[in-house]
Every structure is written in structure tokens, then in C-alpha cells.
């Protein structure tokens, strides 16, 4: 039985090693992502994994486009939030808009993804929900009020929901990431990452996309059953929860 996986943030970053590394394994594999379509269509080119665009921050959005995914795919077996922005600013200096943009896309973006998968996983008796939190919810980050608060509260979220599904066989897990060489991490200002960051990392090197993967495909696997509630820590020794 081939099962359907389902990431949001799916064509870039950690999502694209994920989305690639779940088809590696076997999954049918459906990448969400927002915004950026050349690079979707590039993405979707080069793997054959069928990209969806909505936007994680609308309960509508997800509801129809996990409706899509589903008519196209099949229903949702596994489900990797992966979807995340940052705004980074020192909260002297931080708007409204940064503080809402972040949690709406990385706190509550995991209510609307995960609200419309979760009574089919429940019914059908098995599910595997994956979130992408970060080493900043864990420890907190100067510059990230926003971000370490939406990334805690992911970790809070996954605890609360695996002790709804445990009786279901439904298994809620989170992964941390430390600072993985994505995009996101290399848009952090170069003596900040040269100077802060680099040095407070036991070995020595960020992170590769494909080392957040190969967690992503352990815990979707039926091996990984009776793992549900845990935050898995991947982050070279910078930050031991
Ligand atoms: N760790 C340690 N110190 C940091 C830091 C960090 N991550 N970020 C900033 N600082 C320090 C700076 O070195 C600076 O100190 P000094 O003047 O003594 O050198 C002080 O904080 C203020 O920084 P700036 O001069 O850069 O102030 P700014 O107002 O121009 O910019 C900022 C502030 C937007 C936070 C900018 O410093 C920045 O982008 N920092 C990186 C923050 C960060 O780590 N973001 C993580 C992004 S990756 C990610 O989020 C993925 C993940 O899950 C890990």
C-alpha cells in the first residue's frame, strides 16, 4: 500500500529535501508552497512531485487545498508541517506585522494544515504529522520574538496532539532543526553568522537539508510507531533541550 504524503513549504529549502527524500522512500509525495512559482515549476520538473500553491496561513486556503491534493493523490497519510518564514527584527524595532506574519504562518499555519488531515487519520486508524519546529523555539533567539514563540508553541502543539491520536495510531512528532545552509538560514547577516552563530556550533558546520530529511522519513515510518510526542533535536550540538 503506497501512502500519500503531504509538505507544506515542500519546493525549497528543507521542504524540497523532504518532499524528495519521502518519494526516495516510497510515498506518494505532494509539496505545497506559497509563492514563488518558477521555482515550483522548476521543482516539480526536476522530482515529478506535484506542487500545490495556497497560502498555510488561510484555514480556507488549506481546506481547499488539501481538497485538491486529496481528489488528485488520495487521502493524506502523512503530513510534514514544514512551512515557515522568519522576519527577523530586535523587538524594539518589531511591527505588528512581523509579530502576526510569523505566527500566523508558523503557529497557526499547523492548526490550518493539520485540522483537515486529522479526522481522516483518525478513521482510517493511522497518520504520521511531522512539524518542523526550530532550535529558537527551544532555546529562544535574540531577534526572533516572533519566531522562538511560533516554534515553541509548535512544540506545545505537537505534545497536546499526540496524546490525541496515540489511541488512534496517529503519531504527532516534532523536529528542531538548528541552522541548516538554506536560504533562510544564509540571509542572516554574514559577520552575525561568521561571528554569533558558526562558533556556537559543536561541529564546526551548518546543517544540510537532507540531514532534517532522513528524521522526516524515520518518523513517518511504521518503525517509528511508538515515537509520538518527542521533539527530536538536529542541530550539531549548538543547543541540547
Ligand atoms: N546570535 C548572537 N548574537 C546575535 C545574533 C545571533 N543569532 N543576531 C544578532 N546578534 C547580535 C549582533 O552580533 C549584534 O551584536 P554586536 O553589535 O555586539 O555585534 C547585536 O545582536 C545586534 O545585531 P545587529 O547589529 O545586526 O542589529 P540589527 O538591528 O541591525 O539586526 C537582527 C538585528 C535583524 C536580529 C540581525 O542581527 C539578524 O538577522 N540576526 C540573526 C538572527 C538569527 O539568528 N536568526 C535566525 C535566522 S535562521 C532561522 O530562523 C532558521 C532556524 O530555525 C534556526
Not at 506559497?34 to 500553491?53: L, Q, S, W
Not at 479526522?119 to 519566531?147: E, H, L, P, T
Request: with cysteine.
Amino acid at each position: 500500500m503506497t501512502r500519500v504524503a503531504l509538505v507544506s513549504g515542500g519546493t525549497r529549502g528543507i521542504g524540497a529535501a523532504i518532499a524528495t527524500a519521502l518519494k526516495a522512500a516510497g510515498y506518494v509525495v505532494a509539496a505545497n508552497y506559497a509563492g514563488n512559482d518558477e521555482r515550483a515549476k522548476a521543482f516539480e520538473a526536476e522530482t515529478g512531485i506535484p506542487v500545490f500553491k495556497w497560502d498555510v496561513s488561510s484555514y480556507e486556503a488549506c481546506a481547499e487545498g488539501i481538497a485538491q491534493v486529496e481528489a488528485s493523490l488520495g487521502p493524506v497519510d502523512v503530513l510534514v508541517n514544514n512551512a515557515g518564514i522568519t522576519r527577523d527584527a530586535m523587538f524594539h524595532k518589531m511591527t505588528p506585522g512581523q509579530w502576526s506574519e510569523v505566527i500566523n504562518t508558523n503557529l497557526t499555519g499547523l492548526f490550518n494544515m493539520t485540522h483537515p488531515v486529522w479526522s481522516g487519520m483518525r478513521d482510517r486508524g493511522f497518520g504520521r504529522v511531522i512539524n518542523i519546529s526550530s532550535i529558537n523555539g527551544q532555546k529562544g533567539q535574540m531577534g526572533q520574538a516572533n519566531y522562538s514563540a511560533a516554534k515553541a508553541g509548535d512544540i506545545g502543539f505537537t505534545k497536546a496532539l499526540a496524546q490525541e491520536g496515540a489511541a488512534k495510531n496517529v503519531t504527532v512528532n516534532a523536529i528542531c532543526p538548528g541552522y541548516i545552509g538554506t536560504e533562510m538560514v544564509l540571509a542572516v547577516p554574514e559577520r552575525v553568522m561568521n561571528e554569533r552563530i558558526l562558533p556556537q556550533i559543536p561541529v564546526g558546520r551548518l546543517g544540510q537539508p537532507e540531514e532534517i530529511a532522513r528524521c522526516v522519513v524515520f518518523l513517518a515510518s511504521d518503525d517509528a510507531g511508538f515515537i509520538t510526542g518527542a521533539t527530536l533535536s538536529a542541530n550539531g550540538g549548538q543547543y541540547l533541550a
